[in-house]
């Protein structure tokens, strides 16, 4: 890396964690669109904040990106068609995460893929500079850019899905001073934001430019681990190409896991501590994965609602890919896409190997958060008796004790998880990974978390 450019400056960690193997099988694999699904699942609550209600019945016909779900809430996100045909019920899934059912619409495909008509600000079949994109993003009022990104259903798709139109609202009194692209992706074997920065970089930095007019902060990082060398000599050149570099500050951060979480990037670039049961926003700074970035691009630009997104299908499958999905998509078809699994293979998991959820039914679909399906052949993890050999203690990037949360969920007393702070965990994994016991911690903390 030339270290005289002046847009790119380098970090080092300042948090415990640990150095996992990457597994990054499809770093080098340019995106591909999976066909059209048959037919999509859409569950009505795919975000942080109040669930959706349907706005459509059944035997409606309706088009790819219209609105089929909405409730009037200001923290929550509306749910778009991502294909055109009929809706033919409305079902109860469970949730994987909280186990708890939740209302979806079941729409058949009719294989036209007719949109709807975009309220898109350019047109689509020209090209268009960049500099005139920009001009165009400066002409536009913040006020009514949040409008789009809310209308548009645009959520954090790092996999938090937080509504991004609420970030983007800061309370009255609450200065952000700061703003993070996090183009970290530290978990192994994910790359759809590697590939993301790769291939839709136009769309990333000039979402980051929008995020940036509406938070008018005095400083906007890209972070982005030193594993994607080439994804930080595009954005760098991007930037540089377009003029922006007095916007934007590069940082190209030692790899090591959990560098993508919020609280651990907000201590590494701007060494401020968010406070416990805090948010960075407490501490002036708002943080955006990349692939939101692109989205928020897309809704304000083109008036594209989020009705598809990159995934990473990775691990025990014959071919490992990243593929454009339209939301609501079983996962068994992006598998078979991918040539069906290894024989062994007993586990899919959405999401990554520390921070994913274990999905037992993979009829379940694609829904705004996922960002990598792996499929995984092993044992599970075996629960054994706690050593207290603390290692869980020393890795810990949030300084917390886990042991005490495995103690405090087994005997009931949830109290013990309350006051050894629970709510501060990130939930990233680190205490499981090198637990000698094999225990499930993080199954044990979000138990916990639900409990108190
Ligand atoms: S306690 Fe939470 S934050 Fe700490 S290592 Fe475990 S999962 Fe990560
Ligand atoms: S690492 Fe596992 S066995 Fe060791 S103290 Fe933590 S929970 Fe107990």
Known sequence: MDESRNTVIRKRSVFKGVKLSESKLTADKPIES??????????????????????????????????????????????????????????????????????????????????????????????????????????????DMITRIREAGIVGLGGATFPTHVKLSPPPGKKIDTFILNGCECEPYITSDHRIMLEYTLEVVLGAYIIGRILMPEKMFVAIEDNKEDAIKEIDSFIKGTNLENKFQIVSLKSRYPMGAEKTLVKTIVGREVPIGGLPLDVGVVVNNVGTSKAVYEAVVEGKPLVEKVITVTGAVNDPKNLTVRIGTPLRDLIDYCGGSDEKANTVITGGPMMGISISDIDFPVIKGTNCVLVKKGSPASDENCIRCSRCVSVCPMNLMPLMFVRGVRSGMYEVCKEHYIEDCIECGCCAYVCPANIPIVSYIKVGKSKI
């Open 34 to 143: 999976l066909p059209l699904p048959e037919k999509i699942i859409l569950p009505l609550q795919q975000h942080i904040g109040a669930p959706c209600s349907s706005i459509v019945n059944r035997g409606d016909y309706v088009l790819t990106g219209q609105k089929v779900a909405d409730v009037g809430s200001f923290v929550s996100s509306p749910i778009h068609s991502s294909i055109s045909g009929k809706v033919v019920s409305e079902v109860k899934i469970i949730n994987p995460v909280t186990s708890n059912p939740v209302d979806a619409l079941v729409i058949e495909s009719d294989g036209e893929d007719k949109w709807i008509d975009l309220d898109s600000l350019i047109n689509p079949q020209k090209e268009h500079k960049p500099s005139d994109l920009i001009s165009l993003i400066d002409s536009l009022v913040p006020k």
